[in-house]
């Protein structure tokens, strides 16, 4: 009987160590799967989240199989080869926003092969080097929104468009910058962008070609600082048939100079938004929808006013310049004026002496009979 209890026993303990055995599985798999997770960072599945941690550089023990990354709400003011000194293939998606980054260093993205989405928005960026992106990246989507406070220095930070390295590129986000004149070639070489938002950027232009090369089919242009929309620019747009563009919140001047782009908005169907497009000025259309705004409304009187003020001043240099030269040739020739004058001068004199004696003829009765006589 005891070798029989001796084996229920062991059996009994053997069903107990399996139980814990599986518990200390258990616990190494959680081990394993937290093993590599930075310092003040949450790890789960294939995503890292260090937010609002004080951070003052990307964490570098990464665990190798992420594919989510944020490291948003810190205080990083630059990224660099050195910020992703570890090779992350499987790394897709990478959030970087609100860091107060200040510069985007050169070969930076190298040891991210993979990347197709990068959020690079709310920081203060003042240099962008155009190596940042290796050449054959695979981003796709690219947030730069509230990145650019200096439009003085924005056509320079934004050069690494023109690099040519992005191009995969669908999805840009410009929106809520300092860019003012986008310059002509800044989306040239973005040759797949198809989405590009360039709301409340201040933009007061947009030159000839700016928008040609991009086969775009979403453009935002809202709450921006447009009076209105040049000729060339309304026929690159007419290029592209399927594009949609957003244009509400821009203070358009309701004068001759909208004629072709009124002209433009009664026939097309690209503008998402027409109904809501508003006159900013004159005052007498002063928040009128520019559907309804006829063609014998829009004027040109503040125009034509300064042209004539223009008109004015040249025609007083223009007669300024006359009368020195008159002066000048008086100047010149004031012998010959002299003698002239006195010739002059004497003529009258003699000529008034005759005058004078048949005055003095008429005016004697002595004299009258004489005069009368000589005259028969």
């Known amino acids: ?42 790890c789960f599945s294939q995503t890292v989240k260090c937010q609002n941690q004080d951070l003052d550089a990307i964490p570098h023990s990464l665990p190798t199989n992420t594919k989510f990354l ?25 959030y970087l926003s609100g860091n107060e980054m200040e510069f985007v260093e050169a070969q930076v993205f190298d040891n991210l092969p993979n990347l197709v989405r990068l959020d690079l ?13 290796p050449h054959n990246n695979t981003v796709q989507v690219l947030n730069l929104s509230r990145s650019f406070h200096n439009h003085s220095t924005a056509d320079e930070v934004l050069s690494f468009l023109q690099s040519g390295n992005l191009h995969q590129l669908k999805v840009l986000d410009l929106s809520n910058n300092d860019l003012m004149i ?25 030159q000839n070609g700016t928008l040609k090369a991009p086969p775009l089919r979403d453009l935002d242009l809202r709450d921006n600082s447009l009076r209105d929309l040049p000729t060339a620019a309304l026929a690159e747009f007419s290029l592209k048939p399927g594009l949609r563009i957003r244009l509400a919140g821009n203070p358009w001047r309701c004068d001759c100079s909208i004629e072709d782009m009124l002209l433009w908005l009664k026939n097309s169907t690209q503008i998402v938004d027409v109904q809501n497009l508003t006159c900013a000025d004159p005052d007498g ?11 014998s409304q829009l004027k040109c009187s503040g125009d034509m006013e300064g042209v004539l003020e223009t008109s004015y001043v040249f025609l007083g240099l223009v007669l300024a310049l006359i009368g020195v030269i008159f002066l000048l040739v008086l100047y010149l020739n004031r012998k010959g004026i002299k003698r002239w ?3 002059i001068r004497d003529a009258c004199r003699d000529h008034m002496e005759g005058y004078h004696y048949r005055y003095e003829i ?15």
């Open 1 to 42: 009987m005891r070798p029989w209890s001796t084996s229920c026993g062991c059996n009994r303990g053997g069903g107990t160590d399996k139980s814990g055995l599986m518990r200390l599985l258990f616990l190494l798999a959680v081990a394993l799967s937290c093993h590599g997770c930075p310092d003040r960072c949450l």
């Open 341 to 343: 004058m006195y010739n």
């Open 362 to 376: 008429n005016s004697d009765p002595r004299l009258a009979n004489l005069s009368i006589n000589s005259d028969v």
């Open 70 to 94: 944020f490291v948003t709400g810190n205080n990083i003011p630059r990224i660099s080869v050195d910020s992703f000194p570890t090779l992350l293939e499987q790394l897709t998606d990478l």
């Open 121 to 133: 928005s709310n920081n203060n960026i003042q240099n962008f080097s155009e190596r940042a992106f």
């Open 182 to 206: 986008p310059p002509d070639d800044m989306f040239a070489s973005l040759s797949n962008l198809v989405n590009l938002s360039l709301q409340n950027s201040s933009i007061i232009s947009i």
């Open 285 to 295: 259309l002063r928040r009128q929808p520019l559907l309804q705004v006829k063609q």
